[in-house]
């Protein structure tokens, strides 16, 4: 998967550096934003890489109830891991 989470986070600490020299609020205001926007993204980019980690290390021969508890989340309703969707719900 492309990017870094390192350098989303040298870009926030440079946006926050910008931030504090800014001499308008709102450009302050902006930065600070932004800062929070590149802290965020390298978090989700790590969760991202651990989730591929994870479904990677799969065996998809086992049943579907085995996704929930690889990934560390609560089961999911039974209709949808025995398959009782309609055909009608499924080619929508």
Same mark, same amino acid.
């Given at each position: 998967? +492309? /990017?870094?989470?390192?350098?989303?986070? $040298?870009?926030?600490a440079r946006c926050l550096?910008? =931030?504090?020299? =800014?001499?308008?609020?709102?450009?302050?205001?902006?930065?600070? #934003? $932004?800062?929070?926007?590149?802290?965020?993204?390298? =978090?989700?980019?790590?969760?991202?890489? #651990?989730?591929?980690?994870?479904?990677?290390? $799969?065996?998809?021969?086992?049943?579907?109830?085995?996704? +929930?508890?690889?990934?560390? $989340?609560?089961?999911?309703?039974? @209709?949808?891991?025995? /398959?009782?969707? @309609?055909?009608?719900?499924?080619?929508?």
């Amino acid at each position: 998967m +492309p /990017g870094n989470p390192e350098q989303c986070r $040298l870009n926030a600490a440079r946006c926050l550096r910008l =931030a504090k020299r =800014a001499r308008r609020a709102e450009m302050r205001e902006s930065l600070t #934003a $932004l800062s929070d926007t590149w802290t965020r993204l390298a =978090a989700e980019h790590e969760f991202d890489e #651990a989730l591929l980690s994870a479904i990677s290390e $799969l065996e998809f021969s086992k049943p579907y109830e085995a996704l +929930p508890l690889a990934l560390k $989340l609560r089961s999911w309703p039974t @209709s949808v891991t025995k /398959g009782a969707l @309609s055909k009608d719900r499924c080619r929508r």
